[in-house]
């Protein structure tokens, strides 16, 4: 590759979006060529300065009322008594339905969940007692971006620090009943935390906290992923990792990232 | 009804600070940031029922991002949305509180912002402060994946020459 074209690819390059075989070519070619090298030293530094400094909108908090006032209010609640005697057919119908379905939920779910989240919880403690923590260690979601999409089908969403204190410190990948999930692994106080993430179209599951083995666990679905968390101790800041996962995940789902070009 | 509405409410409000953010990114103005955002959430709820998918806020995001380009060509006095506003533009005239040099950076950083095409800004937040790869970038705006690429060099380039040529400018004011 010449500079020319190192430099046509280079800004990709930076993102990690190219293929891997440019990726490799550019990466040879900034080894070999000082110029081009400091070019994407100085696009580097740049890119650092604009990530801090780029300017992050809030909207004013009139707009919500105007967004509230211009859709307008509710449609008022239908009562359900006025709902079943326009329906009743259905409604017996749907009753059966519902119920089996509470059955189900409450019965067979939960308990294929729980012993998922067991699995989870041992393969937590054999990562400490193995002291074989993480595949990637890298706190860069660039970095740990990447390396996911070269082993799964999906792209787990990644947050480094999803709460104060919670240091991301890289990443593995495991099989969970014959699965892959995607794992990052995080530190807080000196404790690791082991964040599970697989396609919710595999296997859903629902919000739930278990203790087991001392550990506590904590299982929810966004519209994408599943998360199985396991950690020693809890607390508020666990909860708000779990809130912050919540209300952020979902912009890297699985039909992500390309890395062809 | 009442638990689609519901469904909307709970589904695209809490992302109303990134709608606003792009819508502003790109039609660089606080007043008709607001507007485009109105404006799209009211499209997004007619087109709400239609929305199977699993990714709320990047359906809302690229519903933000086409309102704030049919807008910008309704109100085409703004012609090409780089908005020339005397108060963005020129530099406070109270000097009486100094400036760190991180501070000064930022704020020309805005200035430069504010004199790159929509496009180029576009796809800079989108990608730097979104975190969208760029195949989601190329389906939402509809363009070949390669294109994608070359803008968002481009506007790189473009980015940090109308930032070297600010400090060039004061360099030689000063002197």
Known sequence: MNCEEASHYLEAFLDHELGAKEH??????????????????????????????????????????????????????????????????MAYGAAVIVLSLILALTFVLPDKAKELCSLAVTVHAQSLADNHLVDVSSDDQRVIRPWFAAKLEFSPP???????????????????????VAVCVYEHKQEIVTLFCWPASIRPVLERAYLIEGYHVYTWSSSKCNYILVSKSSGPSLDQFVDSFRDRVDMFGNQLPSTTY | MRDERSLFEELCLPHLDAAYNLARWIVARDHDAQDVVQEAYMRALKGFKGFRGADARAWLLTIVRNTAYTCARKYSHVSNMIPFDEALHSTPADESVPESFYEERKRQLDDALNRLPAEFREVLVL?????????????????????????????????????????????????
Request: charged share 20%; aromatic share 8%.
């Open chain 1, 24 to 89: 490799l070519e550019v990466e040879e070619h900034l080894k070999s060529c000082p110029a081009c090298r400091s070019v994407a030293q100085e696009s580097q530094e740049f890119r650092s300065f604009f990530a801090a400094a780029a300017p992050r909108y809030e909207a004013p908090p009139e707009l919500r009322a105007r967004i509230l006032a211009a859709i307008g209010p509710l449609p008022p609640k239908q009562t359900f008594l006025s709902f079943l005697s326009a329906h009743r057919p």
């Open chain 1, 158 to 180: 990644l947050i480094n620090l999803p709460a104060p204190g919670y240091s991301l410190i890289g990443a593995r990948v495991n099989v969970l009943r014959n699965d892959p």
């Open chain 2, 127 to 175: 990608y730097e402060i979104e975190g969208w790869s760029y195949k989601q970038m190329a389906s939402a705006l509809n363009l070949p994946a390669g294109t994608v690429m070359s803008r968002l060099s481009r506007a790189r380039r473009r980015l940090r020459q109308e930032l070297a040529g600010v400090q060039e400018a004061n360099v030689q004011n000063e002197l």
